[in-house]
Each structure stands twice: as C-alpha cells, then as structure tokens.
C-alpha cells in the first residue's frame, strides 16, 4: 500500500504541475484522460494547488504506512473514504463504469486495511 501510496503522490504532483503551468511537454500525459482534463481546467490554473496539498499526504501517508504508524493508518482510511465519494458522485453524474470501477477497487482495498491482521500491524507499541 506503501508503494501505491508513494505512486499516487508522484501523479497528484504531476497533475498539479501541468494544471499550473500549462501548455507543456508535460500536458501530453493527460492524452490519457482529456475528459478528467477538460473538467479540471474550466476551474483555472489554482485547481493545481489541491493536487499538491494531495500530493503531499500521500507522501506523508505512505511514509507512515511503512514505518507502521497508526496516524497513517487512520489517514489512509480518510483518503479512501473520500475517493469513495468520489467515485459515487461520478455513478451520479453519469460515469457509470469509472466510478462502479472506482467503487469496487477502493472497497477492497479498504476491506482489506481494515481487517484485523493489518489494523494489529498498526496498533502494536514498538512495532
């Protein structure tokens, strides 16, 4: 979880740079997903900033979960809980398959942090 968390700060950092400094050889990674960049670009250049402040507690995250802390543990469960709003705010608005997609990954993959084997990991003193 570490590795993916580490993975999505390196993205969300990406994605803030093309946001704010736009019309790079960077842009070419929204290729990918025009759609995610036609939506976040009619908010403005600034719609980059929040991808750093995402950035950032991935980082601070992943950190965390690989030195076992339990505030990491409680944070990435916040994270997930908020792309899973996300991902039903997208079966809302009609991206049906993204967000169902979405839905399923994420619920998984918090069933799996919550179980007892890797909360117990979390919560040991002197890990």
Request: charged fraction near 15%; aromatic fraction near 14%.
């Amino acid at each position: 979880m570490g590795v993916f968390l580490f993975f999505g700060a390196t993205m969300a950092c990406y994605a803030g740079i093309t946001l704010l400094w736009r019309g790079t050889a960077l842009d070419r990674a929204w290729e990918l997903n025009p759609n995610g960049y036609r939506e976040l670009a009619r908010f403005g250049t600034w719609i980059g900033l929040p991808f750093f402040v995402l950035s950032a507690a991935m980082l601070v995250a992943g950190i965390g979960w690989f030195q076992r802390r339990p505030w990491a543990w409680k944070l990435l469960i916040a994270m997930m809980a908020v792309h899973l709003v996300g991902d039903l705010v997208n079966v809302i608005r009609g991206a049906v398959l993204e967000g169902a997609i979405g839905l399923v990954v994420v619920s998984a993959a918090l069933v799996w942090i919550v179980r007892s084997g890797v909360r117990n990991v979390f919560d040991r003193p002197g890990r």
